[in-house]
T-cell receptor, first 113, second 111 residues
Framework: NAGVTQTPKFRVLKTGQSMTLLCAQD?????MYWYRQDPGMGLRLIHY???????AKGEVPDGYNVSRLKKQNFLLGLESAAPSQTSVYFC????????????FGNGTRLTVT | AQRVTQPEKLLSVFKGAPVELKCNYS??????LFWYVQYSRQRLQLLLR??SRESIKGFTADLNKGETSFHLKKPFAQEEDSAMYYC?????????????FGKGTKLSVKP
């Protein structure tokens, strides 16, 4: 039982390049989330999904797209990376019942130059 | 709008001293509140949730609906408690998704 796995762990991009961050969970969770963590800003929700085939915008969705084609996977895409997207990205998942906690991945450290 | 406020960015205490990390929330419905901890360069982990009313690693947190607070407390801090602590609020509906975090408090426990 690996929990929540994120790939890659580190990445350096040049402005304008694209990439996809992969999140996989093996806990059969319905809900999945993408957050970014920046110093002094805490965690901010980018996009989330309440089930396979569904996605919704969070607090800071601009510049990102997501897809949830399979229940266990939640992909975060950057079509044209910008230096402002330099951050640590965390994926999380949870059950649907009340008071279910989030289970986090180890994070992806992305630098855009 | 829903909001979680952690007023202290940094809290520094000596080993053995009591510690209280403050969290206030704004939500008109029935809140679900959590404390998460992140040790240096590790993933966030659940520390406490208000529904459980449990003590984890000596930490407790009580939901005060009158003061809309969910402060995290420990009577005697240990060096291994040094970490980032995030308070989180789960709510249902709205455009912000269903779990938001405060900006975090960095706890530093000095020997």
């Amino acid at each position: 039982n690996a929990g929540v796995t994120q790939t890659p762990k580190f990445r350096v991009l040049k402005t304008g390049q694209s990439m996809t961050l992969l999140c996989a969970q093996d806990m059969n969770h319905e809900y999945m989330y993408w957050y970014r963590q920046d110093p002094g800003m805490g965690l901010r929700l980018i996009h989330y999904s309440v089930g396979e085939g569904t996605t919704a915008k969070g607090e800071v969705p601009d510049g990102y797209n997501v897809s949830r084609l399979k229940k266990q996977n939640f992909l975060l895409g950057l079509e044209s990376a910008a230096p402002s997207q330099t951050s640590v990205y965390f994926c999380a998942s949870s059950r649907t019942d009340q008071n279910s906690p989030l289970h986090f991945g180890n994070g992806t450290r992305l630098t855009v130059t | 709008a829903q909001r979680v406020t952690q007023p202290e960015k940094l809290l520094s205490v000596f080993k053995g001293a009591p510690v209280e990390l403050k969290c206030n929330y704004s939500y008109s419905g029935s809140p679900e509140l959590f404390w998460y901890v992140q040790y240096s360069r590790q993933r966030l982990q659940l520390l406490l949730r208000h529904i459980s009313r449990e003590s984890i690693k000596g930490f407790t947190a009580d939901l005060n609906k009158g003061e809309t607070s969910f402060h995290l407390k420990k009577p005697f801090a240990q060096e291994e408690d040094s970490a980032m602590y995030y308070c989180a609020l789960r709510f249902y509906g709205g455009s912000q998704g269903n779990l938001i975090f405060g900006k975090g408090t960095k706890l530093s426990v000095k020997p």
